[in-house]
């Protein structure tokens, strides 16, 4: 008898374990039990088969991940679906540093890190998204600095502390950055070199990198990237709807013509 349930084992628990489910509501039960009585009966059943244990765990585990990636995209769509209607709301303060007027009918709000390459991406994206809309769209770079980027952090630093000198210098400081991403592995001396270019009041932006007002203003950033559920870069509110990823022009223009459908905004 055990030898039986030996040969047939194999096939049974690969579906319980990587599906969820079985042909037969009975076989669950069964195997379970069969387990519970002997569970060498699997160790023996493994070895016995190794090749056929492995093909169908293979086997398995793609059909499971299909069916958790078409999950996972009907749950992200639904919360998509629901932002429409009751939208994510950034903290939006007349001291930050943006782009475009404050009446415009876009407004743009990227979480993002200075040394990820995938927000060299989302700057391209930025940057079309602008050039297309325009006075129509409204620009908020916030700081989300992964702690595996070492230059990250003090980029969004410089950024904030040349803010507050002119929010015009702190977006130039921002698109050399971008267009130079490669040279943070020199670290400050790269930062100074930008601020530098742009005549920034150095002593005054070393003094104002180490306040409490620029690191509290990145911390705020963080916790509510945090709180939407961002917590990888680029992320992006449009008019409060969600875009988490380096996803390309298109996909926002999608978005901003549903909004624009449904009556959230006019152009």
Do not use: W
């Amino acid at each position: 008898m055990q030898n039986f349930k030996t040969m047939t084992l194999l096939p049974f628990i690969a579906a319980i374990l990587f599906s969820g489910c079985v042909s037969k509501s009975q076989l669950k039960k069964d195997v379970a039990e069969v387990i519970k009585e002997d569970p060498k009966i699997l160790i023996q059943a493994i070895e016995a088969n190794p090749a056929e244990f492995v093909e169908a765990i293979t086997k398995a585990a793609k059909q499971a991940q299909s069916v958790l990636a078409k999950r996972r995209a009907e749950e992200e769509q639904k919360k998509l679906e629901e932002t429409y209607d009751k939208p994510l709301a950034p903290v939006i303060v007349s001291s930050r540093a943006s782009r475009g007027s404050d009446n415009a009918p876009i407004t743009l709000v990227e979480y993002s890190d200075f040394e990820c390459p995938y927000c060299t991406r989302g700057y391209q994206t930025v940057t079309e998204l602008i050039g297309k809309y325009g006075k129509n769209i409204k620009f908020i770079y916030k700081h989300l600095p992964l702690d595996f980027h070492p230059a990250a952090m003090p980029a969004a630093a410089y950024f904030e502390a040349i803010n507050l000198q002119s929010s015009k210098k702190a977006y130039e400081f921002h698109d050399e950055i971008f267009k130079q991403q490669g040279k943070l592995k020199k670290g400050t001396k790269f930062l100074d070199s930008i601020a530098k270019k742009l005549r920034v009041d150095m002593a005054r932006l070393r003094k104002d990198i180490k306040s409490k007002k620029v690191t509290d203003i990145i911390k705020e950033d963080i916790a509510e990237a945090n709180k939407f559920g961002i917590r990888g870069t680029p992320g992006f509110i449009i008019n409060g709807v969600p875009v988490k990823g380096a996803y390309p022009t298109s996909h926002f223009i999608g978005i901003i013509d549903e909004l624009k459908k449904r009556g959230k905004i006019k152009l």
